[in-house]
C-alpha cells in the first residue's frame, strides 16, 4: 500500500531557547533514514517554531500545535491558519487529547478546525483516542470512530491527513497500548474510514500512534501492520527520538 512510516515530535508546552537549540543540534547530527522511508515533524511550542524552522535539516519538517477555527481577528491569544502559511509552518497538530479535556474542545470543534486548516494548505495531524473509563467500559471503538466520524463529516480529501490514536490513559502515563491493542484500534479504524468513507482512504491514510511511546518499544510497535508510525511526546525531547525515527526501518523490513 506503500503509506510512508510517520514520525512526529510533540515538545507541549517545553522549553527554553537554548534547550531547542540542543534539541535541534542533535537532530540535524543524527543518523536516521532517508525521506522515502520516513516523514519526520517536529512541533515547538509557537514561539520556537521560527527559530526551529529555520535552524532544522531540511529533510525534517514542523508543526504547530494548533490553530484558530476560522480566520484570525479579535480572538486574544490564538493563531490562524493563515499565519501559519505566511510562516510556511506546513503541518499542524489538531485534537489532541489535552486540549479536548483542558479546554473542553468537541469533537465536533475539532472537525471544523481539521476542515478550516486543510482549506488553508496546511497539512493535519488529526488526534483521536479514548479514556481509561471508556477503554474499561468498552467503548474504544465507539468513541474513536465517533471522533473520526466528525472529521469525515466536514472534509472530503484525506490526502493531507494523518490520524493519530492516541489513548489517553497512556499519554504521559508510563502505560503503553501493547502493540496488539494498538493494532486492533487501527484495524479497526482503517474498517471504519472502508465503510463510511471509502476503500483509498483506507488504505492509504496514514494512522499513527501515541501514548508513552519511547525508544525501548518502539520496534514492536512499529511492526504492527496498520501502525504507520508514532507521534511521540516527552520522548522527543530526548535522545531516544533518533531510536523512534530509526524504527521506520523496521515497518520497511517486514
Known sequence: MGRKFFVGGNWKCNGSTEEVKKIVASLNAAQVPSQDVVEVVVSPPYVFLPLVKGSLRPDFHVAAQNCWVNKGGA???????????DLNVPWVILG????????????????????????????????????????????????????????????????????????????????????????????????????????????????IYGGSVNGGNCKELASQPDLDGFLVGGASLKPEFIDIIKSAETKKNA
Open 75 to 85: 480572538y486574544t491569544g490564538e493563531v490562524s491558519a493563515e499565519m501559519l502559511v
Open 96 to 207: 489532541h487529547s489535552e486540549r479536548r479535556a483542558l479546554l473542553n474542545e468537541s469533537s465536533e470543534f475539532v472537525g471544523d478546525k481539521v476542515a478550516y486548516a486543510l482549506s488553508k494548505g496546511l497539512k493535519v495531524i488529526a488526534c483521536i483516542g479514548e479514556t481509561l473509563e471508556q477503554r474499561e467500559a468498552g467503548t474504544t471503538v465507539d468513541v474513536v470512530a465517533a471522533q473520526t466520524k466528525a472529521i469525515a463529516e466536514k472534509i472530503s480529501d484525506w490526502k493531507n491527513v494523518v490520524l493519530a490514536y492516541e489513548p489517553v490513559w497512556a499519554i504521559g502515563t508510563g502505560k503503553v497500548a501493547s502493540p496488539a491493542q494498538a493494532q486492533e484500534v487501527h484495524v479497526e479504524l482503517r474498517k471504519w474510514l472502508k465503510a463510511n468513507v471509502n476503500a483509498d482512504v483506507a488504505a492509504s491514510t496514514r494512522i
